[in-house]
């Protein structure tokens, strides 16, 4: 034990004069956190979705108007499978489908009938967890505002029916990278 203590004071001593690993010791440390932190946050912009509003009401179109135009980049269209297969070969993340009667179904819901629950179709990647967060953060905010605008309550009880499609060029290092670098 005797040994182990002198050997220790010894290594200590060494390392408390080399300014060197003093500096590798902490300096890195803090330069490698920096660089995480750039490389791993930031702001998501222009994430391509399509909106496919089968209702095509008032309360739609607004939902819709708040949708974040910096964050979301939107475009428009009807048929649904279509979308999805522009989901499927990576062209967007996701598609949002306003089904018939949704307005008429929140509007039931809001007026007190919890035997309705209103839904919005969502097909997505989710082979990025930041933007899939993003989407789901951006949609549940423009949903909040819009009935606090409309109704003035603060409720989000819009259900999400979820189709999850992961794109083709998706591959097991998109998932293991994050989990490698961290470990």
Same mark, same amino acid.
């Given at each position: ?103 008429? /179904? ?14 919005? /179709? ?48 998706? /591959? ?12």
């Amino acid at each position: 034990m005797k040994r182990v203590l002198t050997i220790t004071k010894k290594i200590l001593w060494q390392i408390k004069n080399d300014k060197r690993t003093i500096g590798m010791i902490i300096v890195m440390p803090v330069i490698l956190m920096y660089l995480f932190g750039i490389s791993f946050t930031g702001q998501v912009e222009g994430v391509k979705v399509i909106i496919i509003d089968q209702d095509n009401t008032n309360l739609t179109k607004s939902i819709i108007s708040n949708f974040n135009t910096t964050t979301l980049s939107l475009s428009y269209g009807n048929n649904v499978s279509q979308a999805e297969n522009e989901v499927q070969d990576g062209e967007v993340w996701a598609v949002i489908v306003f089904p018939k009667g949704f307005s008429e /179904n929140l509007e039931k819901r809001l007026a007190g009938n919890k035997l309705i629950t209103p839904y919005i /179709n969502i097909s997505i990647d989710k082979s990025s967890p930041t933007i899939t967060q993003t989407i789901y953060t951006d949609i549940n905010n423009a949903l909040s505002n819009t009935i606090k605008e409309k109704y003035g309550i603060n409720a989000t009880i819009i259900s999400f029916n979820q189709i999850v499609i992961y794109g083709k060029n998706v /591959n097991i290092t998109d998932y293991i990278t994050d989990g490698m670098i961290g470990f």
